[in-house]
């Protein structure tokens, strides 16, 4: 029993010198998509906060490739010590299930949520719908006749178009996805008349609909966008549906609790700081900070739904 205790003391002293000496170097801050995006803008304007909050140097490295399977390998392959940390975004809930790796939220330890960009459900300025009831009432009377776009087949626009259909009680196929390389080229589509909805970022249909060109009839989030008071969640018009394109921070699996609550912490002030919240705001992102614990839950719940949305689409079978 002494031998015992002795051994819990000593650990105990090892954890506390742990917490007390973390961080002692520069961290490493790892991005699976290239410069100038929302994950790399909102990772650098964290990790800039976070060079204070930790008294060490942040640096970002960009590790892109694979639809950002490199970047999300590169970061749940690095030692589980504090000093590898980086974004993990919505396609690691969505990978695994096609195939493309056999990574999955369970080789990271969540540290938090930084943005989730909201689906939007936008139609050109002159189309004749003028409420989201009406598109959707069309759809069901003239299955098959409307097109839908945004990105790839089986990209997260297209189980935001998916999700949404199915919940309203209609066939997804009644409205069909024609992939694009994008947002920007569906929106460029939907205007030249090739198809008749998109469904992407809110922030992205926003210079459009700023310019009169285009028509959003609704936003696939929890609530409505600051910036946007006026476009209705689906929610509010009877479809219990949200979903976005999100970014958020992790570390490898196996991070001593110790670090993790350092670290946890640090994220959850900086996110919480003007000097994070009012550029990205400014920027058009969707904030939606998250804590750790918070995070680990919602990331599993997305595993599943997108696992769900996927088969759906018709990309994964049963």
Do not use: C
């Not at 790399?40 to 990790?47: F, V, W, Y």
């Not at 939007?120 to 598109?135: C, F, G, I, Q, S």
């Not at 949404?164 to 920007?184: C, H, K, R, T, Y």
């Not at 509010?236 to 949200?242: A, F």
Request: hydrophobic share 50%; net charge negative.
């Amino acid at each position: 029993m002494k031998r015992f205790l002795l051994v819990l003391a000593a650990f105990a002293l090892a954890t506390a010198a742990v917490a007390q000496t973390y961080p002692a170097r520069p961290i490493t801050f790892t991005v699976p998509w290239s410069p100038g995006g929302g994950t790399d803008t909102a990772s650098r304007t964290l990790a800039a906060m976070l060079n204070n909050q930790l008294g060490v140097t942040v640096n970002v490295v960009n590790r892109t490739g694979g639809g950002g399977v490199v970047g999300h390998l590169a970061l749940a392959q690095a030692p589980a010590n504090g000093y590898t940390i980086g974004a993990i975004t919505v396609e690691i809930t969505m990978l695994p299930h096609i195939g493309q790796t056999t990574l999955s939220y369970e080789d990271y330890t969540a540290l938090g949520l930084m943005i989730n960009n909201p689906s939007a459900v936008t139609v050109r300025a002159d189309a004749p719908w003028e409420t989201l009831d009406e598109l959707l009432d069309h759809i069901r009377a003239n299955p098959g006749e409307l097109q839908a776009s945004g990105t790839a087949m089986g990209g997260i626009w297209d189980l935001a178009r998916i999700g949404m259909l199915d919940i309203a009680g209609i066939d997804p196929d009644a409205m069909p996805w024609v992939p694009s390389q994008g947002a920007a080229p569906a929106f460029q589509e939907l205007l030249a008349g090739g198809v008749d909805v998109v469904t992407a970022a809110l922030a992205e249909a926003a210079p459009l609909m700023q310019a009169g060109e285009v028509r959003v009839l609704g936003v696939m989030a929890p609530e409505r966008v600051g910036r946007f008071p006026d476009i209705p969640t689906l929610a509010e018009l009877g479809i219990d549906w949200s979903i976005g394109g999100w970014a958020a921070v992790a570390a490898p699996a196996g991070l001593p609790a110790e670090v993790r609550t350092v670290l946890a912490d640090a994220i959850e002030e900086a996110m919480a700081s003007p000097e994070f919240v009012d550029p990205l705001t400014q920027a058009g992102f969707t904030l939606q900070p998250m804590n750790a614990d918070d995070f680990s839950v919602f990331i599993a719940s997305q595993h599943e739904v997108n696992g769900r949305l996927l088969r759906l689409a018709g990309v994964v079978e049963d």
